[in-house]
């Protein structure tokens, strides 16, 4: 599994609410990304990170901010939580030692009520 | 566009038959194709990948066949078994970056 921890595992949360997703990996690669799935869309880029502070958007970048100030964590922040973020939320990091193998972890089940 | 079209949605064959999952993209800025394989309640794993500078790729019973000029790839399985019932997903990179842009995905039943 390369090393991911997502946390938490399952959260439910209200409307307006601030929510924080962490992935945590623990191999030093240098890119790691968010993703969320959803039936009928797909995994959907949301951001990605190519090195401590350097990030940027994805497909479904609206109403989500990363951040990532050390290289073993990358937070994903729902500012303020609406129903349309009900999701499945995965980590991806990008295997350093060559190809462009993605490994993922394990997903962050988030209702938001 | 950062578009890769996946279909079917869902396919049902039997055991031994040879489902094909079909994808296409519009930017021609892609240029590394992966398949992954998900089952239910995990994460997604690579599977095989190919790049636009060959035709077609084999592993195993897995095999992806590329047609630069149509934008078009596809996965093949050959002799499918149940255990390959999982949900499958094409994506692409785009040249220089890496950043991977995933299809909608088929949810692939293999009856015993």
């Known amino acids: 599994d390369a090393g991911i921890t997502q946390s938490p595992r399952h959260k439910v949360t209200e409307t307006g609410t601030p929510v924080t997703l962490r992935c945590h990996q623990t191999?030093?690669?240098?890119?790691m990304y968010w993703y969320r799935q959803d039936p009928g869309h797909g995994l959907r880029l949301i951001h990605y990170?190519?090195?401590?502070?350097?990030?940027d958007k994805g497909e479904v970048s609206d109403g989500y901010s990363v951040s990532r100030s050390k290289t073993e964590d990358f937070l994903l922040t729902l500012e303020s939580a609406t129903s349309s973020q009900t999701s499945v939320y995965f980590c991806?990091?990008?295997?350093?030692?060559?190809?462009?193998?993605?490994?993922f972890g394990s997903g962050t089940q988030l209702s938001v009520l | 566009q950062q578009q890769v079209k996946q279909s079917p949605q869902s396919l049902i064959v039997q055991k031994g038959g040879i489902p094909i999952i079909n994808c296409a993209y519009e930017n021609t800025a892609f240029d590394y194709f992966p398949w992954y394989q998900q089952f239910p309640g995990k994460g997604p794993a690579l599977l095989i990948a190919i790049r636009p500078d060959v035709s077609e790729k084999k592993e195993g019973r897995f095999t992806i066949s590329f047609n630069k000029s149509a934008k078009q790839f596809s996965l093949h399985i050959m002799d499918s078994q149940p255990g390959d019932s999982a949900t499958y997903f094409c994506a692409a990179n785009f040249m220089g970056t890496y950043k991977y842009i995933f299809g909608t995905g088929t949810r692939l039943k293999v009856l015993a």
């Open positions: 191999e030093n690669h240098r890119y």
């Open positions: 990170s190519y090195g401590v502070k350097d990030t």
């Open positions: 991806a990091i990008r295997d350093d030692r060559g190809g462009e193998k993605l490994f």
